[in-house]
């Protein structure tokens, strides 16, 4: 499978591999092998980590207690203590080494590794002025969380290929079909 990277932010790009949340609940992470592709796609480690379905479950896990921090983040709401606790325990896990070789800069870790990288990026989200552009796709199917960096802060979609071109398209044939007064 293809993940797509549009987010600037790893944890906002791991997110939505649980897409369309409360309409078709789209999830991306099936098999162990998803997440191990998902973590190189991202760049995160070089070669797949070992993942099986205890550590595919764990990574889900992990996934919507940080979902429902960047929800708690957006909405202005008190977090959910045991999300905050499994987060923290994730992000104080070792990162993926880094080593220089000759080629280049190469990235190896394992599942935990690569969780405590996404664990520190959703951390280091509420920390950061990154939280106050945070916003959600306006796209009514579209679950995904984004940064509005647009001047002018009026940014409506996480993406324009997909929701910003569907919006546009769906207010193109609105227009074609309602006469001009």
Sequence with gaps: MTFEFIADRPVLDFLPTLAERGHADVEQLTAPRDVADWAVQAGIVERPPAVDDARL????????????????????????????????????????????????????????????????????????????????????????????????????WCGMRGCGDRAKAAAYRQRRRTPAP
């Design 57 to 156: 479950s764990h990574a889900k896990g992990l996934r919507e207690a940080m979902f429902r921090l960047v929800q708690a983040l957006i909405n202005d709401t008190e977090p959910i203590r045991a999300d905050r606790e499994l987060v923290n325990a994730a992000a104080a896990e070792p990162l993926p080494a880094l080593r220089l070789e000759a080629d280049g800069v190469h990235r190896d870790g394992d599942l935990a590794a690569v969780l405590a990288v996404l664990a520190r990026d959703c951390l280091e989200l509420h920390a950061s002025d990154d939280r106050l552009a945070l916003r959600w796709c306006a796209d009514e199917h579209c679950t995904r969380a984004f940064v509005d960096r647009s001047r002018g802060a009026r940014r409506r």
